[in-house]
């Protein structure tokens, strides 16, 4: 391997397969960075809700893009990455449902996809990268050395994501879980620009009936390999 090659590991799938969970372990376990980028909307999101920005405001959004401050941090033991945007940590209000439905929509228009492309681009350092997303395989990191798509039935997605607000305390229904989830994936899917689907050389992996570790061993059997 040429020393010039930051070696990237891309996870891209949709919501609830379990991304971030098998990125944080990765990162921890090979000693990389980490991009969680659907933090990086959330991020941009939440910024653009707290300054009351017009999202066709295209000026306010471009200097909103090139400053845009957040950081990833994990511990070993713990289960969530750390979150920090200006410097604050914002992991919390990032995961609600408001911020979570606002990054989808924005996601959507090719100028703020375009505007945090090379905000992303710019995670990539050595020793070496784990990226988790919707398109980094395809998109933000096309020549990524090592690519994994996730996948899982909506309904193994859906049960996950009612654990997932049990444990943060929050209220879940399963039919308005259930709506969020296919709203989610119609928008991912048939978005004009970078649509979620796999990477032509992914190793696809289904998580619908493994544990978090037997997806692990098959991340880390591609990377070692």
Known sequence: MSQNIIPVLTIDGPSGVGKGTIARIMAQKKNWHLLDSGAIYRAFALTIDTR???????????????????????????????????????????????????????????????????????????????????DMGTTVFPDALFKVYLTASVDERVNRRLKQLQAQG????ILNILSDVVDRDKRDYTRKYSPLKPAKDALIIDSTKLSIDEVIIQVIALVEA
């Open 170 to 173: 929050s209220e879940g229904i």
């Open 52 to 134: 009351e920005i017009n999202i066709a405001d295209e000026k306010a959004l471009r200097k909103i893009a090139e400053t845009l401050d957040v950081k990833f941090k994990t511990k070993s033991g713990n289960k969530l990455v750390s979150i920090y945007l200006d410097g604050k940590d914002v992991s919390k209000i990032l995961r609600t449902e408001k911020i979570g439905k606002m990054a989808s929509k924005i996601a959507s228009i090719e100028v703020v996809r375009a505007m945090l492309l090379k905000r992303q681009k710019d995670f990539s350092e050595t020793p070496g990268l784990v990226a988790d997303g919707r």
